[in-house]
């Protein structure tokens, strides 16, 4: 079964710095990753994802991933963050995409991203 | 990749009512997923919706609380049967395809 973990439930910073949100996975296969965004009261809206290829992924809003399959991560970054950044952030996992079949998806805790100024 | 549309969007119930959320997609999927938001948390699967058969339901929600049903490749409800103030939480539907994940806009519910 796989599983996910963002170690930090909340991360303030200041607007133009740079910021790292982290996500390990656990997984016995292959798998999918996926950075979603929850701006406050509205719904899930994707930022990347990695299915396979380049192990560096970019995504909208200026934001990265970094697979990396040794350390089983998938940390999300960006050079200079905005207050309107500041949203929920989910890392989630899947271990089989294949067309229109998929295994559920599992959701880290979420990391809560305050930028002030 | 496909679009959801759900609905409502948002309700107030009384506790001991039954609410059915709607999922319509703009395109034919295979896989159709129900999720929980409590408020400040994560998102939980209750279930896998699919197509001719019986719904797959997750560790700890059961499906007379949850009926599901997924009738075509395009449309599921999901029912909150007899409701309390515990169910209170944003309700999503999630299909799948090639690219990945599309999500429902959600489903704020309040139970009172």
């Known amino acids: 079964a796989q599983s996910v973990t963002q170690l930090d439930s909340q991360v303030p910073v200041f607007e133009e710095a740079p910021v790292e949100l982290r996500c390990n996975y656990s997984?016995?296969?292959?798998?999918?990753l996926f950075w979603y965004v929850q701006y406050p009261n509205q719904g899930l809206q994707l930022l990347l994802k990695y299915l396979s290829g380049s192990t560096l992924v970019k995504g909208i809003n200026g934001f990265e991933a970094e697979f990396n399959k040794s350390q089983t991560s998938f940390h999300l970054r960006k050079p200079s963050v905005h207050i309107s950044d500041t949203a929920e952030y989910f890392c989630a996992v899947s271990d089989f995409l294949c067309g229109g079949t998929a295994s559920k998806l599992t959701f880290g805790t979420g990391t809560r991203l305050q930028v002030t100024l | 990749s496909a679009v959801i549309s759900q609905k409502p969007s948002r309700d107030i119930c009384q506790r001991g009512t039954s609410l059915t959320i709607q999922c319509q997609v703009d395109s034919q999927v295979t896989m159709m997923f129900w999720y929980r938001q409590q408020p400040g948390q994560s998102l939980t699967l209750i279930a896998t919706?699919?197509?001719?058969?019986?719904?797959?339901?997750e560790s700890g929600f059961v499906i007379d609380k949850f009926p599901i049903s997924r009738p075509n490749l395009t449309f599921s409800t999901l029912t909150v049967s007899n409701m309390s103030p515990e169910d209170s939480s944003i309700y999503l539907c999630s299909a799948s395809g090639p690219g990945g994940y599309t999500f429902g806009s959600g489903t704020r519910l309040t139970v009172v």
């Open positions: 919706a699919n197509q001719g058969s019986e719904a797959t339901y």
């Open positions: 997984s016995s296969v292959s798998v999918y």
